[in-house]
Each structure stands twice: as C-alpha cells, then as structure tokens.
Nanobody
Framework: QLQLVESGGGLVQPGGSLRLSCAAS????????IGWFRQAPGKGRERISC????????IYADSVKGRFTISKDNANNTVYLQMNSLKPEDTAVYYC????????????????WGQGTQVTVSS
C-alpha cells in the first residue's frame, strides 16, 4: 500500500521552530517530487513548498520564504519541512503530497497525499 505519513506538528510559541516529516511507505521517493501544502480553518489550501525528484529545485510561497526549508532524504525515504520563526498565521493543518511529475505537485493534483499534521502557533 502506497502511503505518506506526516509527523512533527504541535503547539509552538511565536518565533519558535518545528520540523515536519513526511515518510513514504510502499514506494521510494527517489523518483518523486514532493510538496507541502497547508489549510487553515475557513481558508483554502495553500501551497507552501515543493521539491523536485532530484532535490535540485525548490520553491517556496512568499509567505514562508526565508523561514521554511524543504529537504529530501532519499536514504530514509523522508522529506522534511524545517519551519523557523513561526507566526500565528502559520497555524494550519500541513499536508505532504507526492507525484512523479513536478507539475502535478505544483498544481496540487498529485497522486498521493498524507493525512495531515496540525501546527498551532500561539502564545
């Protein structure tokens, strides 16, 4: 069974950091592009960051540029999202997604999605 599982979410104070993990099972991420999306209550899904299959190309939303870093660990079949300088407006459920096509990931129409992990930034 092909599956993505996110972890690492939680409650953090403004200015704090979290590292989200997206672990793949049933397939290897070597040939897959990965994206992180988030959805806050009452809002639409927002693309946060994407990385292509080789890891050589990354993109970030303007809202997180300079604060978040996406990385791919093919040896552990996991993708990470390091989130620093967190703000209350970063509060959302964060989802990872995977597809062989980078374009599909960018458009959010990928084949595989995780169940999401909650990130809450509050004092």
């Amino acid at each position: 069974q092909l599956q993505l599982v996110e972890s690492g979410g939680g409650l953090v104070q403004p200015g704090g950091s979290l590292r989200l993990s997206c672990a793949a099972s049933g397939f290897t991420l070597d040939n897959y592009a990965i994206g992180w999306f988030r959805q806050a209550p009452g809002k639409g899904r927002e693309r946060i960051s994407c990385i292509n299959s080789s890891g050589g190309t990354t993109i970030y939303a303007d809202s997180v540029k300079g604060r978040f870093t996406i990385s791919k660990d093919n040896a552990n079949n996991t993708v990470y999202l390091q989130m620093n300088s967190l703000k209350p407006e970063d509060t959302a459920v964060y989802y990872c997604t995977a597809d062989r096509g980078f374009g599909q990931v960018l458009l959010g129409v990928s084949d595989y999605w995780g169940q999401g992990t909650q990130v809450t930034v509050s004092s």
